[in-house]
DNA sequence: GTCAGTGCAAACTTTTTGCAACTAC
DNA sequence: GTAGTTGCAAAAAGTTTGCACTGAC
Protein backbone atom coordinates (compact mmCIF):
# COMPACT_ATOMS: atom_id res chain seq x y z
CA UNK A 1 0.00 0.00 0.00
CA UNK A 2 1.38 3.20 -0.76
CA UNK A 3 1.96 5.29 2.22
CA UNK A 4 0.63 8.96 0.51
CA UNK A 5 -1.22 11.53 2.16
CA UNK A 6 -4.41 10.51 0.44
CA UNK A 7 -4.01 6.97 1.86
CA UNK A 8 -3.96 8.50 5.54
CA UNK A 9 -6.83 10.80 4.57
CA UNK A 10 -8.62 7.33 3.12
CA UNK A 11 -7.86 5.78 6.20
CA UNK A 12 -9.12 8.66 8.85
CA UNK A 13 -11.73 8.02 6.51
CA UNK A 14 -12.21 4.62 6.72
CA UNK A 15 -12.30 4.99 10.70
CA UNK A 16 -14.53 7.73 10.69
CA UNK A 17 -17.02 5.04 9.50
CA UNK A 18 -16.54 2.13 11.34
CA UNK A 19 -16.58 4.46 14.93
CA UNK A 20 -20.07 5.90 13.36
CA UNK A 21 -21.11 2.56 12.65
CA UNK A 22 -20.16 0.87 15.41
CA UNK A 23 -21.47 3.54 17.87
CA UNK A 24 -18.33 4.40 18.77
CA UNK A 25 -17.14 8.23 19.28
CA UNK A 26 -14.87 10.14 17.39
CA UNK A 27 -12.21 11.09 20.17
CA UNK A 28 -9.29 13.52 18.91
CA UNK A 29 -7.12 10.63 20.88
CA UNK A 30 -8.17 7.99 18.39
CA UNK A 31 -7.38 10.37 15.50
CA UNK A 32 -3.93 11.40 16.82
CA UNK A 33 -3.10 7.46 17.54
CA UNK A 34 -3.98 6.99 13.64
CA UNK A 35 -1.55 9.67 12.81
CA UNK A 36 1.21 8.37 14.76
CA UNK A 37 0.72 4.81 13.09
CA UNK A 38 1.34 6.39 9.70
CA UNK A 39 4.23 8.43 10.91
CA UNK A 40 5.88 5.36 11.68
CA UNK A 41 7.90 3.46 9.35
CA UNK A 42 7.24 -0.10 9.04
CA UNK A 43 6.44 -2.45 12.52
CA UNK A 44 5.76 -1.00 16.11
CA UNK A 45 4.58 -2.64 19.84
CA UNK A 46 1.76 -0.38 21.60
CA UNK A 47 5.03 1.16 23.62
CA UNK A 48 6.93 2.31 20.13
CA UNK A 49 3.98 3.87 19.55
CA UNK A 50 3.05 6.02 22.70
CA UNK A 51 6.42 6.97 22.74
CA UNK A 52 6.14 8.37 18.98
CA UNK A 53 3.23 10.33 20.17
CA UNK A 54 5.00 11.76 23.31
CA UNK A 55 8.25 12.44 22.00
CA UNK A 56 7.83 13.69 18.40
CA UNK A 57 4.13 13.73 18.33
CA UNK A 58 3.93 15.80 21.57
CA UNK A 59 0.42 14.57 22.25
CA UNK A 60 -0.14 13.03 25.37
CA UNK A 61 -2.44 9.55 25.51
CA UNK A 62 -2.28 7.05 28.32
CA UNK A 63 -1.15 3.73 27.86
CA UNK A 64 -4.42 2.17 27.93
CA UNK A 65 -5.85 4.43 25.27
CA UNK A 66 -3.12 3.29 22.99
CA UNK A 67 -3.70 -0.44 23.69
CA UNK A 68 -7.72 -0.01 23.59
CA UNK A 69 -7.75 1.86 20.45
CA UNK A 70 -5.11 -0.62 18.89
CA UNK A 71 -8.03 -3.38 19.29
CA UNK A 72 -10.38 -0.89 17.68
CA UNK A 73 -7.94 -0.24 14.65
CA UNK A 74 -7.59 -4.46 14.56
CA UNK A 75 -11.48 -4.79 14.04
CA UNK A 76 -11.61 -2.00 12.48
CA UNK A 77 -8.92 -3.53 9.77
CA UNK A 78 -6.72 -0.25 10.02
CA UNK A 79 -3.89 -2.00 11.14
CA UNK A 80 -2.71 -5.72 11.71
CA UNK A 81 -1.20 -7.75 14.30
CA UNK A 82 1.59 -9.75 13.34
CA UNK A 83 4.21 -12.19 15.46
CA UNK A 84 7.52 -10.22 14.23
CA UNK A 85 11.04 -11.88 15.84
CA UNK A 86 9.55 -13.55 18.66
CA UNK A 87 7.14 -10.17 19.88
CA UNK A 88 3.92 -9.09 18.58
CA UNK A 89 3.97 -5.88 16.30
CA UNK A 90 1.43 -4.04 14.71
CA UNK A 91 1.57 -3.05 10.97
CA UNK A 92 -0.68 -0.59 9.39
CA UNK A 93 -2.75 -2.08 6.08
CA UNK A 94 -5.96 -1.59 5.93
CA UNK A 95 -6.55 -2.85 2.39
CA UNK A 96 -8.87 -5.67 2.93
CA UNK A 97 -7.88 -7.26 -0.08
CA UNK A 98 -4.44 -7.35 0.39
CA UNK A 99 -3.69 -11.23 0.87
CA UNK A 100 -0.14 -11.51 1.60
CA UNK A 101 2.58 -9.47 3.74
CA UNK A 102 6.69 -8.97 2.97
CA UNK A 103 8.14 -8.50 5.67
CA UNK A 104 11.70 -7.62 5.61
CA UNK A 105 13.91 -9.48 8.45
CA UNK A 106 16.25 -6.19 8.50
CA UNK A 107 14.32 -3.60 9.41
CA UNK A 108 10.65 -4.92 10.15
CA UNK A 109 9.02 -2.78 7.25
CA UNK A 110 5.85 -5.28 6.14
CA UNK A 111 4.29 -4.14 2.67
CA UNK A 112 1.42 -5.58 1.60
CA UNK A 113 0.34 -7.33 -2.18
CA UNK A 114 -2.29 -9.04 -4.01
CA UNK A 115 -1.57 -11.94 -6.00
CA UNK A 116 -5.36 -12.93 -6.94
CA UNK A 117 -3.58 -16.58 -8.55
CA UNK A 118 -2.54 -17.74 -4.94
CA UNK A 119 -5.49 -16.46 -3.32
CA UNK A 120 -7.54 -18.31 -5.89
CA UNK A 121 -5.68 -21.18 -5.28
CA UNK A 122 -5.81 -20.94 -1.53
CA UNK A 123 -9.55 -21.19 -1.80
CA UNK A 124 -9.52 -23.81 -4.13
CA UNK A 125 -7.47 -26.11 -2.34
CA UNK A 126 -9.54 -29.19 -1.18
CA UNK A 127 -9.27 -29.71 2.53
CA UNK A 128 -10.85 -32.44 4.22
CA UNK A 129 -12.64 -31.95 7.38
CA UNK A 130 -11.79 -28.39 7.46
CA UNK A 131 -13.77 -25.43 6.63
CA UNK A 132 -11.96 -22.36 6.26
CA UNK A 133 -12.49 -18.92 7.03
CA UNK A 134 -9.63 -16.87 6.70
CA UNK A 135 -6.11 -17.04 5.59
CA UNK A 136 -2.65 -14.68 6.32
CA UNK A 137 0.25 -15.38 3.79
CA UNK A 138 3.89 -13.80 5.09
CA UNK A 139 6.98 -13.61 2.77
CA UNK A 140 10.63 -13.09 4.99
CA UNK A 141 13.29 -11.50 3.50
CA UNK A 142 15.13 -8.50 2.49
CA UNK A 143 14.00 -5.03 1.15
CA UNK A 144 16.03 -3.51 -0.93
CA UNK A 145 17.53 -1.09 1.44
CA UNK A 146 18.67 -3.55 3.76
CA UNK A 147 19.62 -6.03 0.91
CA UNK A 148 22.10 -3.51 -0.40
CA UNK A 149 23.29 -2.82 3.12
CA UNK A 150 24.22 -5.89 3.60
CA UNK A 151 25.93 -6.19 0.24
CA UNK A 152 28.20 -3.10 1.31
CA UNK A 153 28.82 -4.90 4.40
CA UNK A 154 29.91 -8.13 2.93
CA UNK A 155 32.10 -6.38 0.78
CA UNK A 156 34.00 -4.04 3.50
CA UNK A 157 34.51 -7.55 5.17
CA UNK A 158 35.87 -8.83 1.91
CA UNK A 159 37.78 -5.82 1.09
CA UNK A 160 39.82 -6.00 4.43
CA UNK A 161 40.74 -9.78 4.07
CA UNK A 162 42.31 -8.97 0.63
CA UNK A 163 44.68 -6.36 2.30
CA UNK B 1 1.56 -34.67 10.72
CA UNK B 2 0.04 -37.48 12.60
CA UNK B 3 1.12 -37.62 16.35
CA UNK B 4 1.67 -41.31 16.59
CA UNK B 5 4.26 -42.99 18.73
CA UNK B 6 6.83 -43.31 16.19
CA UNK B 7 6.36 -39.86 15.31
CA UNK B 8 7.25 -38.57 18.93
CA UNK B 9 10.59 -41.35 18.88
CA UNK B 10 11.65 -39.50 15.42
CA UNK B 11 11.26 -36.07 17.33
CA UNK B 12 13.28 -36.97 19.68
CA UNK B 13 15.93 -38.15 17.38
CA UNK B 14 15.58 -34.85 15.76
CA UNK B 15 16.53 -33.05 18.69
CA UNK B 16 19.37 -35.28 19.22
CA UNK B 17 20.73 -34.88 16.20
CA UNK B 18 20.02 -30.86 16.28
CA UNK B 19 21.74 -30.83 19.67
CA UNK B 20 24.78 -32.67 19.14
CA UNK B 21 24.96 -30.45 16.15
CA UNK B 22 24.96 -27.61 17.52
CA UNK B 23 27.44 -28.54 20.61
CA UNK B 24 24.64 -28.61 23.13
CA UNK B 25 23.96 -31.12 25.69
CA UNK B 26 21.32 -34.12 25.73
CA UNK B 27 19.93 -33.03 29.06
CA UNK B 28 16.62 -35.11 30.83
CA UNK B 29 14.66 -31.73 30.97
CA UNK B 30 14.76 -31.30 27.35
CA UNK B 31 13.41 -34.88 26.45
CA UNK B 32 11.19 -33.85 29.16
CA UNK B 33 9.79 -31.16 27.88
CA UNK B 34 9.68 -32.32 24.09
CA UNK B 35 7.25 -35.27 25.36
CA UNK B 36 5.35 -32.81 27.17
CA UNK B 37 5.01 -31.24 24.23
CA UNK B 38 3.52 -34.46 22.38
CA UNK B 39 0.97 -34.99 25.50
CA UNK B 40 -1.00 -31.36 24.96
CA UNK B 41 -3.71 -31.26 22.05
CA UNK B 42 -2.95 -28.48 20.04
CA UNK B 43 -1.55 -25.46 20.55
CA UNK B 44 0.05 -24.29 24.04
CA UNK B 45 1.76 -21.69 25.94
CA UNK B 46 4.91 -21.60 27.95
CA UNK B 47 2.70 -21.12 30.90
CA UNK B 48 0.58 -24.25 30.06
CA UNK B 49 3.55 -26.45 29.04
CA UNK B 50 4.94 -26.38 32.69
CA UNK B 51 1.78 -26.91 34.59
CA UNK B 52 1.44 -30.20 31.88
CA UNK B 53 5.05 -31.00 33.26
CA UNK B 54 4.36 -30.20 37.10
CA UNK B 55 0.86 -31.44 37.27
CA UNK B 56 0.71 -34.16 34.88
CA UNK B 57 3.95 -35.20 34.11
CA UNK B 58 5.34 -34.93 37.82
CA UNK B 59 8.54 -33.68 35.75
CA UNK B 60 9.89 -30.78 37.55
CA UNK B 61 11.49 -28.10 35.92
CA UNK B 62 11.91 -23.81 35.75
CA UNK B 63 9.98 -21.97 34.37
CA UNK B 64 13.40 -20.21 32.84
CA UNK B 65 14.23 -23.90 31.39
CA UNK B 66 10.73 -23.85 29.48
CA UNK B 67 11.87 -21.13 28.02
CA UNK B 68 14.91 -21.50 26.96
CA UNK B 69 14.29 -24.74 25.56
CA UNK B 70 11.44 -23.64 23.70
CA UNK B 71 14.04 -21.18 21.59
CA UNK B 72 15.95 -24.18 20.99
CA UNK B 73 12.99 -26.34 19.56
CA UNK B 74 11.99 -23.73 17.74
CA UNK B 75 15.47 -23.12 16.14
CA UNK B 76 15.24 -27.27 15.44
CA UNK B 77 12.02 -26.83 13.65
CA UNK B 78 10.52 -29.10 16.36
CA UNK B 79 8.18 -26.39 17.28
CA UNK B 80 6.65 -23.58 15.54
CA UNK B 81 5.46 -20.04 17.51
CA UNK B 82 2.17 -18.62 16.13
CA UNK B 83 0.22 -15.84 17.00
CA UNK B 84 -2.99 -17.03 18.60
CA UNK B 85 -6.07 -14.70 19.32
CA UNK B 86 -4.11 -12.16 20.24
CA UNK B 87 -1.37 -14.21 22.25
CA UNK B 88 1.76 -16.07 21.87
CA UNK B 89 1.38 -19.77 21.26
CA UNK B 90 3.38 -22.35 20.40
CA UNK B 91 2.47 -25.74 18.20
CA UNK B 92 4.29 -28.85 17.59
CA UNK B 93 5.32 -28.97 14.02
CA UNK B 94 8.46 -30.50 12.93
CA UNK B 95 7.86 -30.98 9.30
CA UNK B 96 10.06 -28.52 7.29
CA UNK B 97 8.71 -29.44 4.04
CA UNK B 98 5.18 -28.13 5.33
CA UNK B 99 4.56 -24.53 4.04
CA UNK B 100 1.18 -24.15 5.36
CA UNK B 101 -1.04 -24.87 8.90
CA UNK B 102 -4.61 -25.09 9.37
CA UNK B 103 -5.43 -23.57 12.66
CA UNK B 104 -8.90 -24.32 13.56
CA UNK B 105 -10.16 -21.23 15.35
CA UNK B 106 -12.57 -23.01 17.69
CA UNK B 107 -9.90 -25.81 19.72
CA UNK B 108 -6.54 -24.17 18.45
CA UNK B 109 -5.38 -27.06 17.18
CA UNK B 110 -2.99 -26.80 14.15
CA UNK B 111 -2.29 -29.15 11.23
CA UNK B 112 0.67 -28.97 8.92
CA UNK B 113 -0.27 -29.54 5.09
CA UNK B 114 1.62 -29.33 2.02
CA UNK B 115 0.44 -27.98 -1.06
CA UNK B 116 3.45 -27.81 -3.85
CA UNK B 117 1.81 -25.48 -6.29
CA UNK B 118 1.13 -22.70 -4.02
CA UNK B 119 4.63 -23.69 -2.97
CA UNK B 120 6.29 -23.16 -6.35
CA UNK B 121 3.67 -20.48 -6.87
CA UNK B 122 4.92 -18.37 -4.14
CA UNK B 123 8.56 -18.68 -5.29
CA UNK B 124 7.90 -17.70 -8.54
CA UNK B 125 6.63 -14.22 -7.36
CA UNK B 126 8.38 -11.71 -9.07
CA UNK B 127 9.13 -9.44 -6.45
CA UNK B 128 11.11 -6.14 -7.30
CA UNK B 129 12.70 -4.86 -4.77
CA UNK B 130 12.68 -7.73 -2.17
CA UNK B 131 14.75 -10.71 -1.83
CA UNK B 132 12.79 -13.39 -0.63
CA UNK B 133 14.16 -15.70 2.42
CA UNK B 134 11.14 -18.06 3.30
CA UNK B 135 7.10 -17.82 4.18
CA UNK B 136 4.45 -18.95 6.11
CA UNK B 137 0.92 -19.14 5.19
CA UNK B 138 -1.84 -20.02 7.61
CA UNK B 139 -5.21 -20.80 6.98
CA UNK B 140 -7.85 -20.09 9.45
CA UNK B 141 -11.32 -21.78 10.03
CA UNK B 142 -13.01 -24.71 11.91
CA UNK B 143 -11.87 -28.48 11.81
CA UNK B 144 -14.21 -31.05 11.65
CA UNK B 145 -14.62 -31.55 15.39
CA UNK B 146 -15.40 -27.89 16.26
CA UNK B 147 -17.38 -27.25 12.55
CA UNK B 148 -20.21 -30.28 13.85
CA UNK B 149 -20.43 -28.91 17.39
CA UNK B 150 -21.08 -25.58 16.26
CA UNK B 151 -23.75 -26.87 14.23
CA UNK B 152 -24.81 -28.64 17.05
CA UNK B 153 -25.14 -25.77 18.82
CA UNK B 154 -27.03 -24.22 16.19
CA UNK B 155 -29.59 -26.91 16.08
CA UNK B 156 -30.53 -27.04 19.48
CA UNK B 157 -30.92 -23.02 19.21
CA UNK B 158 -33.32 -23.74 16.46
CA UNK B 159 -35.21 -26.10 18.08
CA UNK B 160 -35.63 -24.54 21.12
CA UNK B 161 -36.94 -21.63 18.31
CA UNK B 162 -39.58 -24.11 17.22
CA UNK B 163 -40.80 -25.18 20.31
C1' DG C 1 -27.32 15.25 30.68
C1' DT C 2 -25.57 10.84 29.61
C1' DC C 3 -22.48 7.42 28.95
C1' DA C 4 -18.49 6.12 26.24
C1' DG C 5 -13.75 7.24 26.57
C1' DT C 6 -9.73 8.77 28.96
C1' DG C 7 -5.81 9.14 32.44
C1' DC C 8 -3.64 7.18 36.07
C1' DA C 9 -1.78 3.91 38.99
C1' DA C 10 -1.95 -0.47 40.59
C1' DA C 11 -2.33 -5.23 39.57
C1' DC C 12 -1.37 -8.86 36.81
C1' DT C 13 0.86 -11.68 33.19
C1' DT C 14 4.64 -12.88 30.53
C1' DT C 15 9.50 -13.01 29.61
C1' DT C 16 14.35 -12.17 30.70
C1' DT C 17 18.37 -12.00 33.60
C1' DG C 18 22.09 -12.93 37.03
C1' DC C 19 24.19 -16.11 39.67
C1' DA C 20 25.28 -20.19 42.29
C1' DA C 21 24.89 -25.10 41.94
C1' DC C 22 24.84 -29.01 39.00
C1' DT C 23 25.94 -32.40 35.43
C1' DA C 24 26.69 -34.04 30.55
C1' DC C 25 30.57 -34.64 28.06
C1' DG D 1 37.70 -30.68 34.82
C1' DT D 2 35.05 -27.61 32.07
C1' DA D 3 31.54 -25.44 30.05
C1' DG D 4 26.80 -25.70 29.01
C1' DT D 5 22.41 -26.05 31.81
C1' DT D 6 19.49 -25.67 35.37
C1' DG D 7 16.74 -23.59 39.36
C1' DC D 8 15.57 -19.78 41.70
C1' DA D 9 14.26 -15.33 42.61
C1' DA D 10 14.32 -10.80 41.25
C1' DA D 11 13.77 -7.61 37.60
C1' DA D 12 11.99 -6.08 33.40
C1' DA D 13 8.64 -5.90 29.85
C1' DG D 14 4.08 -6.11 28.30
C1' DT D 15 -0.93 -5.90 29.19
C1' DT D 16 -5.20 -5.37 31.79
C1' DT D 17 -8.18 -3.37 35.23
C1' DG D 18 -10.84 -0.24 38.37
C1' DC D 19 -12.26 4.10 39.24
C1' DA D 20 -12.90 8.98 39.11
C1' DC D 21 -13.11 12.50 35.74
C1' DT D 22 -13.90 14.38 31.12
C1' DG D 23 -16.02 15.51 26.86
C1' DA D 24 -18.54 13.74 22.41
C1' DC D 25 -23.04 13.26 21.20
Redesign the interface.
Known sequence: MEKSESAQNRAKQALETYLHGHGLRCTPERFAILEAVFNIDGNFSPDMLLEEMTERQNFRVSRATVYNNLIIFEQAGLVK???LG???RFVLGWHENCNMS?V??GCGKV?D?Q?R??DT??HD?K?R????????????????KC?QALKRRMKKIENKRNK
Not at 132 to 143: A, R
Open positions: RLLGSILCTTIDKIQILMRFQMTGYSIQVFGLCSS
